[in-house]
């Protein structure tokens, strides 16, 4: 996790450093801090949000043309001001962030202890800033790039790092191993960071590192290097990105917002690929690859958390209509558990920010052992995107809240695409039902401007909950994952406990809760399933739990037999997921911000994973 930034060149590097970080924040926000150089090197960091960065800064000196930044997901030693990065080696020659874990930390630094350097923080990068001031002190003659070779050559674990020598103010050094670093090149100034966002508005030629490469940066030259220091061709991207807006429009957080966009993004989408006035599905980033998908034998989805939910209704829908053998795993599972796989097997990776370093692993294990690979990432160019064989993005639009929801859609609405054009190319699916089903789903997003209509009745029912220790979410089929994400939406932003429970496992365990104290949300409309889950509101109601019930519109069964009830359209059940997950994510939101909390930024989350 944790964000980098850098610049040098002929502009005032502040204002470009604080606002990167504020793009960035999403990885990481429990500190920050920034270097500065003109002719003395200027530290300012602190625990907190970048916001309180930019308000200790004020006070201070900020002039200076280079300069590294960062914000901060704690892995080793509290958030705390010393924690903070940059980290300071001990004589002061070089200042470094660093995202990542440097796994033989420990090991390091006894050794370093034991050549007489001292420590202030509990961090694993002080160690590698003391470990390249080491070796920049071995011999006059080393740089400090060759510094930093010799220091990771030493190191095990991910890193990407920026990293400012104060006896050679002419230059940053960027490397990078498991975390992603791109660099932005422009005239007489280059950018570095995590992601391209920060970079986007100054340049559109980037340059992503690869493992094991290390970057020695000028205003006027960039030169590219392995740990080895073998030289390394340059390749440049073009970025084609559009600069996400930090803003929040009329709506109180960015989650909120985001859950209201999503009829928009569903539509983006859908856009050039659904066409229900041909019945025809169009996935142009797997078009020349179609036919190998056709003769798989199998495919694996790996993801984590909100991509782990979608990926779940892909087999479903994937499994009933195109007649395939899915699997889904959970990617950190997947990457260690020595999984059988062979070149007849699809892998598809899921991921929003396509950095995630789980999902990553997880690719090129299947990679190495001869799966074709492909992914649905949100992030244009993410490391994900970039190392899948083919793939399709999902258009969602940058998504800033932490808690994942106009990307889960998106993915869901991928998925349902790609699983009824392969049902179609494989001939396993009628043309009835799938002209139905394409058109069902061409109608989702203004089913989803109904529901979101439902917003003030959400917040009525979040009120009379809000004080819950314990919540329990039901669904069957389809909406199980349903049920599973909308526990995690809560527990993610509310921090009240939830579960996620196919409504059949019920009496296997979550039935001993229940009592008058525990909300059981059940996702409950028509579909072939509803006289079971009918049965299983029953069995909670004769134990007094309080029932919020999703059903579809004009159900009067279940309102007479339940007392809060969220309607939403009928449609046809493959689809129902990309609807009846609105009530959940509005729920979530509703009770999180009445109990205070962070919504945007819930406490000890980051968006994007990339420590493992
Ligand atoms: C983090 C985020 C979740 C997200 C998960 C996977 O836990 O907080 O919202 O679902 O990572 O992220 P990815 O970017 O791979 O979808």
Redesign the pocket.
């Known amino acids: 996790m944790c964000g980098i930034v850098g610049y040098i060149g002929y502009r005032e590097a502040y204002p470009i450093l604080i606002n990167g970080l504020k793009h960035l924040e999403y990885r990481g926000y429990d500190s920050a801090g920034v270097a500065l150089f003109n002719d003395t090197l200027k530290v300012y960091k602190q625990k907190g949000k970048v916001s309180d960065l930019e308000q200790l800064a004020k006070l201070k000196d900020t002039s200076g043309n280079i300069g590294i930044g960062h914000t901060r997901w704690a892995t080793h030693g509290e958030p705390s001001d010393i924690n903070a990065h940059p980290q300071v080696s001990m004589n002061g020659i070089f200042s470094v962030v660093h995202n990542g874990i440097i796994e033989n930390y420990a090991k390091l630094k006894d050794d370093l202890i034991e050549n007489g350097f001292t420590f202030n923080s509990e961090t694993d990068t002080e160690v590698l800033a003391n470990l390249i001031e080491y070796f920049y002190n071995q011999d006059e003659k080393i740089s400090a790039e060759t510094a930093v070779q010799f220091a990771l050559t030493k190191v095990i674990g991910a890193y990407g790092i920026a990293v400012l020598c104060n006896r050679e103010k002419d230059k940053i050094i960027a490397a990078r191993k498991g975390s992603p670093l791109v660099i932005g090149l422009g005239n007489g100034e280059h950018f570095i960071a995590s992601d391209a966002m920060p970079i986007a508005e100054f340049t559109s030629k980037v340059v992503y590192l690869n493992d094991e490469e290390v970057a020695s940066i000028q205003r006027d030259s960039f030169k590219l290097s392995n740990i080895h220091n073998m030289p390394v061709p340059l390749t440049v991207t073009n970025l084609n990105l559009e600069i996400g807006k930090l803003d929040k429009g009329d709506f109180e957080h960015f989650m909120l917002k985001e859950i209201f966009e999503q009829p928009k993004t569903v539509e983006e989408t859908f856009r050039g690929r659904l066409k229900p006035e041909y019945s025809e599905i169009v996935l142009g980033g797997l078009m020349n690859i179609f036919p190998k998908i056709i003769d798989a034998e199998r495919i694996v989805i790996i ?6 939910h979608a990926a779940l209704i892909g087999e479903y829908i994937l499994e009933e209509y195109a007649q395939i053998p899915v699997e889904v795993e959970y990617a950190s599972e997947f990457r260690y558990r020595k999984p059988v796989l062979s070149k007849k097997d699809v892998v598809i990776a ?7 370093a789980d ?1 990553l692993a997880a690719l090129h294990l299947a990679k190495q052992k001869g799966a074709m690979v492909l992914g649905i990432c ?2 244009v160019g993410s490391s ?1 995107a970039r190392e899948t064989d083919a793939g399709v993005y999902t258009h969602a639009g940058i998504e800033i809240g ?3 929801t106009k ?2 859609t998106a993915q869901v609405a991928v998925l349902t695409m790609f699983a009824l054009k392969l049902a179609r190319e494989k001939q396993k699916i009628d043309d009835n039902e799938y002209r139905e089903l394409v058109n069902e789903l061409a109608s989702i997003p203004e089913k989803e401007r109904l529901i979101l209509q439902n917003n003030d009745a959400v917040k009525q029912i979040a009120e009379k909950y809000k004080d819950s220790i314990n919540a329990l979410y039901l669904g069957r089929g389809y909406l199980f994952p349903v049920a599973l994400e909308g526990a995690l939406k809560l527990k ?1 932003i509310s921090y009240i406990h939830a579960e996620g429970y196919a409504a059949g496992e019920m009496k296997h365990g979550p039935i001993a809760l229940v009592d008058n104290n525990l909300p059981v949300i059940v996702v409950a409309p028509h579909d072939g399933y509803y006289e079971k889950i009918v049965s299983n509101i029953q069995e909670v109601k004769a134990r007094k739990g309080n029932i919020i019930a999703i059903i579809t519109e004009g159900d009067t069964g279940l309102k007479k037999m339940t007392s809060d009830c969220i309607e939403i359209p009928r449609s046809h059940p493959a689809v129902a997921p990309l609807l009846a997950v609105l009530p959940l994510q509005l729920l979530a939101y509703h009770i999180a911000v009445l109990r205070g909390c962070n919504v945007d930024q819930p406490r000890n ?5 990339t420590v493992e």
């Open positions: 993801g984590c958390g909100t991509s782990w899921i991921s929003q920010s396509g950095e995630t999902t949100n992030v994900i932490v808690a994942s990307a889960f993610e989350l980051a968006k994007s994973v």
